[in-house]
């Protein structure tokens, strides 16, 4: 089980999710092929906290959020 919080905050630290990052993301929360509650739940954390998003984050929040 990943500890999102340090990853949150590891993500966060310069306020931006890029490209890169999103794709380690998309890594983690497919990995089980299911995305529950606490992966969705860092994916909304993630949105609201970041200064800003790439396209790529865009994707993957509505594909994973709003299916």
Do not use: H, W
């Not at 500890?3 to 497919?30: A, C, H, M």
């Not at 994916?43 to 594909?63: G, H, M, R, T």
């Amino acid at each position: 089980m990943a500890d999102y919080e340090k990853l949150k905050r590891d993500i966060l630290e310069d306020g931006i999710i890029d490209k890169e990052e999103t794709q380690k993301i998309r890594e983690l929360i497919f990995a089980d092929g299911v995305i529950d509650e606490e992966e969705k739940q860092f994916l909304i954390d993630l949105k609201q906290n970041a200064k800003s998003v790439c396209p790529e984050f865009e994707a993957l929040f509505k594909e994973c959020i709003n299916p």
